[in-house]
Structure formats: C-alpha cells, structure tokens
C-alpha cells in the first residue's frame, strides 16, 4: 500500500488525542471515521473541534470557508464494523494496557487486510500492543503530541515485527499532516515521555516535599529554563491521571526507583484533581 492509497482515515476514542487526530486528518483531505463507545463523547469531539477551527480563522491560518469542508469530512460513529472502510487506523483511547488490547483486537478483526493499524500510546510497548492483533507487520507508533492540531512532533516507533513499508508509509502520513516525524525505537515512554515525565514527577516533588509552591516551581522553570510552560501547569494540561499512568509504565518496565510516581501524585489522581479536564489539579480552571 502507498500513501496514494490511503483515503479513510479511522480514529478510535473521541476524547483530547482522538478528536485532535481527527481534526489534523480531516484538515488534511483525508475521509475521517471517528468512533467511541457513546454519541454524547462524539457530540463533545466535533464541538471541539469546531472551536478549535474558530480558533485557526481568528488567527488567520484557515479561511472561514474552509470549516464546513473540514467538518463535513468528519463521520462519527458509536458501530464498530464502520471502521472496514479505513485504509489507516489510529487508536487513541485511554492509555490503560487491557482496554487497548481489547479495542485493538476487535479492530483488527474488522479492519481490511491491508490495512494499517496505529496506537497514539503515550508509553506502552508497540511490540506489546501489537501482539493483540493478526497484523503485527502493519502495526505501528504514531504518537501525536498534545494538542495534537498545533504541535508539529509526532513519534513514529516500529515494533518488533514492524514492516518497511508499514513505516514508510505512516513517515509520509505524518508529512502529509504538516508534522515532522521522528523515527523512534520500542522502548518505555519512548523518548518524549522518558524524558518529560520524570521531570514532571521531580517537579511534583518539590511541590510534596515543600521546596517550593506550584507557581514558583513553574517561574522557576520557565524564566530560568526558558520552558514555554512550567511543568506543573503542563502537567494539568496532560491530565494527572495520564501522568500518573505513564509514570506507572516507566516504574514497571525499567524497575529503577527513578521512575516511582511522586506520592502526590498518586493523592491527587485518587481525589479526582486531574487538571484542566476537572477544574483543578495544580491551579483552578
């Protein structure tokens, strides 16, 4: 398969990544088949995405009578077998190891032959993942970055069984979209997560251990670093529940106390401060 024949485009998970995923395919030319498990997460995603297409004509970068088109691009869906008209599939649900292994071999069994299939996973193993299905040579990484119509990365990461042209083809997708790819290997959080997530975890510490409070950790690191947000604020925007569960991968692949998520942590995913997405985390929203 080449690019050339990549038309549908399915993305599975309706919530910050998958409605990001849509947006940056449709936007792209591409048909896009957005599934979830209810209307009401749909609904929620193309209002989403709406907005954020305000938001690109505010600033200039789409004309006002492209939006309909982008929009009209975007089939949203709660039945699964919809997904046998994709050509490319992108998995963007929950980062939690047994509900990707489910979804995915479900797909898988829907999907067409020679189709490719993608996890947006954060951290767990590609190789892992790709063991869920009947596809592992056309199995793949294509991390986006959050929020995904902004932000110009995506990591590409070949699992074991990973074939050439599986990564050739998502490298040129991925150009396609307008991002820079970057080749990465099958390892724990990759390299983004491996190396942000312990400095959000070690940030989350100074707040635990009294070094200092939120707002002078990310000055801090913003003013001293040159860091375009702290790390804290950051972390409200990933949503701490997300942090906690890659922190929680890394621990558990490597089993290097370096990784052990900070006790705070932990407190404050237990008592629903997750971020941005619940109103409060490390600041009030």
């Not at 959000?200 to 707040?207: D, P, T």
């Not at 670093?225 to 890394?250: F, K, Q, R, S, W």
Request: hydrophobic share 45%; charged share 20%.
């Amino acid at each position: 398969m080449s690019i050339a024949n990549i038309h549908t485009v399915g993305v599975l998970g309706a919530g910050t990544m998958g409605n990001g995923i849509a947006h940056a395919f449709a936007a792209a030319g591409f048909r896009v088949i957005l599934r979830d498990v209810e209307h009401r997460f749909l609904e929620k995603a193309l209002d989403t995405i709406s907005k954020n297409l305000d938001r690109e004509i505010e600033k200039g970068k789409l004309a006002e009578s492209d939006k309909g088109s982008v929009l009209g691009r975007i089939v949203t869906t709660t039945h699964a077998p919809d997904l046998r008209e994709a050509d490319f599939v992108v998995e963007a649900v929950t980062e939690n190891q047994e509900l990707k292994h489910k979804i995915l071999a479900e797909t898988d069994g829907l999907m067409k032959p020679d189709a490719i299939l993608a996890s947006n996973t954060s951290t767990i193993s590609i190789t892992l993942l790709a063991a869920s299905t009947r596809r592992a040579e056309k199995f793949i990484g294509m991390h986006f970055m959050n929020p995904v119509p902004v932000m110009q990365l995506v990591e590409v990461i070949r699992g074991l069984a990973t074939s050439d042209a599986t990564f050739d083809l998502t490298m040129a997708l991925a150009q396609k979209l307008g991002k820079t790819p970057c080749a990465v290997n099958d390892a724990p959080g990759f390299v983004s997560n491996r190396v942000l997530m312990p400095m959000i975890n070690e940030a989350i510490f100074c707040v635990h251990e009294n070094v200092a409070t939120p707002e002078s950790v990310d000055t801090v690191m913003k003013l001293g670093m040159n860091h375009p947000m702290g790390p804290l604020a950051l972390a409200d925007l990933i949503g701490l529940d997300t942090c906690l569960a890659i922190m929680e991968v890394l621990y558990r692949d490597f089993a290097d106390s370096k990784y052990r998520p900070c006790p705070l942590l932990r407190k404050m995913v237990a008592a629903g401060r997750l971020g941005r997405k619940s109103g409060r985390g490390f600041y009030t929203y």
